[in-house]
């Protein structure tokens, strides 16, 4: 019988858990929308980093074949698709020459990021990931609902930042299958 209940109260501690999780909550300082899109974010980021926290330098740098890219590169190009999309939707513009020169082959990946991104731990890669989180928060506060339903260009502000969180949620997926055959 204790083992039952022992049973019983591990199943409802991992419920509860994953009920925690499982809220869209508005962080303090936020606006509704764009607090939402911040809890949204993050909830995502946190799923991907769970996917490929404890990976040894080998997984890190794992390819499943020839043009595949390894979980490092893949955390690399989420860090500078949303570093991309701080300078489109904050500042209307697209990278200038030095941002380029920082993100575009962790942004466009293929054979170059297959050279280059490779013989570095994951926590240098989910810390590029969580500075440049960091500043999107930052920037995202200092924003309210009415910016984030403005027009910039084709997309609106909500539009973009849905973008980033959807493009995560792709390569978290991604990354789910890699760890799983490393």
Not at 79 to 92: C, D, I, K
């Amino acid at each position: 019988m204790k083992t039952v209940s022992l049973v019983f109260a591990l199943f409802l501690s991992s419920v509860t858990l994953f009920a925690q999780r499982s809220e869209i909550k508005i962080p303090k300082g936020y606006s509704n929308d764009v607090g939402q899109m911040v809890s949204m974010l993050d909830n995502l980021k946190a799923r991907v980093e769970r996917n490929v926290r404890g990976l040894d330098q080998k997984g890190t740098d794992f390819l499943l074949d020839d043009q595949a890219n390894s979980p490092g590169a893949i955390i690399y190009h989420l860090a500078a698709t949303e570093a991309y999309y701080q300078v489109y939707t904050f500042e209307g513009r697209g990278f200038n020459a030095e941002e380029r020169k920082q993100w575009n082959t962790a942004l466009n990946l293929g054979d170059t990021a297959r050279q280059e991104f490779k013989g570095k731990p994951i926590s240098y890669y989910l810390e590029i990931y969580d500075k440049v989180r960091a500043k999107t928060k930052a920037l995202l506060k200092t924003k309210d609902d009415k910016w984030f339903k403005k027009k910039n260009g084709t997309m609106t502000n909500h539009w973009a930042w849905f973008h980033v969180m959807e493009h995560q949620a792709n390569h978290m997926g991604q990354l789910a299958l890699i760890v799983k055959r490393i």
